[in-house]
């Protein structure tokens, strides 16, 4: 059983990068998924979720990302994505899935100019 984050990576402000969250050992559709951010010297955040557990996806934003941040799944590859516009260097971060008490590994995300 394991989740591993990957995509990140160095970008300018204003650009787009997209996060995949790849599960193995369980189907990431019976769960809600969220993604987190850690902020250099700050707390582990929340930042997305989708959770189809009620039939329907439904989904969560903290409203730093709301309008640019859009999460989705793609149940042939077992895979969560969250697609980040407009980023802004107070973004820059290691994000982290999560989903069915597993944590993904990270992935470092890097806005600056």
């Known amino acids: 059983v394991q989740l591993q984050a990957s995509g990140g990576g160095s970008v300018q402000p204003g650009e787009t990068l997209t996060l995949s969250c790849t599960a193995s050992?369980?189907?990431?559709?019976?769960?809600?998924v969220a993604w987190f951010r850690r902020a250099s010297g700050k707390e582990r955040e929340a930042i997305s979720c989708?959770?189809?557990?009620?039939?329907?996806?439904?989904?969560f934003y903290a409203d730093s990302g709301k309008g640019r941040f859009t999460m989705s799944r793609d149940s042939a590859k077992n895979t969560v994505y969250l697609q980040m516009n407009s980023l802004k260097p107070e973004e820059t971060g290691v994000y982290y899935c999560?989903?069915?008490?597993?944590w993904g590994q990270g992935t470092q995300v890097t806005v600056s100019s």
């Open positions: 999560y989903a069915w008490g597993q």
């Open positions: 989708i959770d189809d557990s009620d039939g329907y996806s439904q989904y």
């Open positions: 050992g369980f189907s990431l559709g019976d769960y809600a």
